[in-house]
């Protein structure tokens, strides 16, 4: 008699974990809503300015005078409510050359110090690229773990097919919502794979695998190729990265 209490006790919890885990199959991810962009091409464009002068500073994130100069020109246009994707090597270049050596410390502008800071004028005209579409929008700079976890805090409802949407695909979808979350992100390629690599404090970059049912942190890993956004991925390997292309109407991409 106790043995068959036994036994149908077992059965019961049995037949009750059995259910539970059907029920938990039968539970799927709520679609996340996220805006299908297709980028267009970046636009060249001479802009005229009014020869203001410009502060930059040599920080971490902008640790060479070149760096420096970009940052304060690319904020300048930023302020101007302009999306400056690129600004021109010359430009950048014959800026740099009317810093005198003796604005710095080292009397050497190919070696700064953190936090010193020097000024320089616009021209009448800079050489840009502009972007034309809303694939990048203007969002405060997010860092940290717990941050990052909780942007990939998500699982694909798309799912992996070579060659349509691989890891190529994939990598430059999860570029795409890490930018849109606030994080400074990159696409990486090497001969066989692509991944994503994203600053989680000034300077400190991890990367992030974005095949598998949902992206993951991995240790870091050597890459032959690094793009700063989908600009520069397409033009390196355009119809690897075309993720947008590869969602059919009402296609649900990711949920949590």
């Not at 110090?113 to 405060?140: A, G, H, Q, S």
């Not at 909780?150 to 890490?178: I, T």
């Not at 598998?212 to 890459?223: A, D, F, M, R, V």
């Not at 991925?233 to 009402?250: L, P, T, V």
Request: some cysteine.
């Amino acid at each position: 008699m106790k043995g068959a209490i036994i036994f149908g006790i077992l059965f019961v919890v049995l037949v009750s974990c059995y259910q539970y885990a059907e029920y938990k199959k039968e539970i799927k991810p709520v679609a996340i809503y996220v805006p299908i962009i297709k980028p267009a091409e970046l636009m060249d464009v001479s802009l005229k300015t009014n020869r203001e002068l410009l502060t930059a500073i040599i920080s971490m994130e902008e640790p060479t005078v070149s760096q420096a100069v970009l940052g304060s020109i690319m904020r300048y246009f930023k302020e101007k409510g302009l999306k400056v994707a690129r600004v021109s090597e010359r430009s950048v270049y014959n800026l740099i050359k009317t810093v005198p050596n003796r604005t710095f410390r080292s009397r050497n502008r190919n070696k700064v110090y953190l936090k010193e800071k020097f000024c320089f004028r616009l021209p009448k005209i800079v050489d840009v690229k502009l972007m034309t579409d809303d694939y990048y929008i203007p969002v405060d700079r997010k860092y940290g773990m717990d941050n990052l976890k909780d942007a990939l805090n998500f699982q694909w409802l798309k799912s992996y097919e070579p060659n349509v949407f691989d890891c190529s695909e994939m990598s430059a979808f999860l570029e795409y919502w890490l930018e849109r979350k606030g994080f400074n992100a990159d696409i990486v390629l090497n001969s066989t794979h692509s991944w994503v690599v994203v600053e989680v404090e000034q300077s400190n970059w991890i990367a992030v695998e974005a095949t598998g049912i949902s992206p993951s942190i991995i240790p870091e890993k050597k890459y032959n190729h690094r793009f700063k956004d989908i600009y520069d991925a397409m033009s390196y390997f355009r119809d690897e990265c075309d993720w947008w292309n590869e969602i059919k109407q009402g296609e649900k991409i990711i949920g949590r």
